[in-house]
């Protein structure tokens, strides 16, 4: 957090913030392009693990996506810090296509057991994950969404845009000219 509040701070603000010393920080990394790759390194292995540990192959789609909710609230810290620091061109071997597509895999399966939306194909809803719980993340952080809520309104938002209809039915999208009309 020390980065994401401070993105300019040298090492000695960096240490000060998070309550070492220069020497402590400077042997564990001596610069902070070191820090940055290596906390990207530990946030993607972190939410790679997070992913694994949902159990979204095996799982009831809900009770996994509510296990993948909390686990990934457990290192909002980390969310925020990709948040800030990712960069489209950084390549990590195992990186996040790894996770991406452990969650795709897990969307098609819950629109196959009829629990997601069959109307939205699943790499949408990966995003729309994705974007959800990430931009709440950092809602939370600005004092927008309170923390004790959380949990509960990312599954809500996310379920109330996903879940199936009656006997598998897509929830109706509105036509352009009805839309209009709702505004």
């Known amino acids: 957090m020390a980065l994401v509040d401070n993105p300019r701070a ?4 960096l ?8 020497a402590t920080l400077y042997r564990f990394c001596q ?9 990207m390194e530990h946030s993607i292995e972190t939410f790679s693990a997070v992913i694994r540990a949902a159990q979204l192959e095996t799982a009831p789609p809900l009770e996994a996506l509510r296990r993948l909710i909390a686990d990934n609230l457990r290192h909002r810290e980390l969310v925020l810090f990709l948040l800030h620091y990712w960069k489209e061109n950084t390549f990590m071997p195992d990186g996040p296509e790894e996770s991406e597509a452990m969650l795709d895999a897990f969307f098609l399966r819950g629109q196959q057991l009829n629990v997601f939306r069959i109307d939205i194909p699943a790499p949408a809803l990966t995003e729309i994950w994705n974007s959800l719980w990430a931009g709440l993340v950092e809602a939370e952080r600005r004092g927008r969404v309170a923390r004790s809520g ?33 505004d």
Do not use: D, N
Not at 15 to 22: N, T
């Open 150 to 182: 959380l949990p509960s309104l990312i599954e809500s938002a996310f379920l109330k845009g996903t879940l199936a209809g009656p006997a598998g039915v897509p929830t109706p999208t509105l036509t352009p000219a009805a839309a209009h009309e709702a």
């Open 10 to 13: 040298t090492l000695q603000e």
């Open 15 to 22: 240490a000060r913030a998070v309550g070492i010393s220069k």
């Open 31 to 39: 610069t902070r392009e070191q820090l940055t790759q290596m906390l």
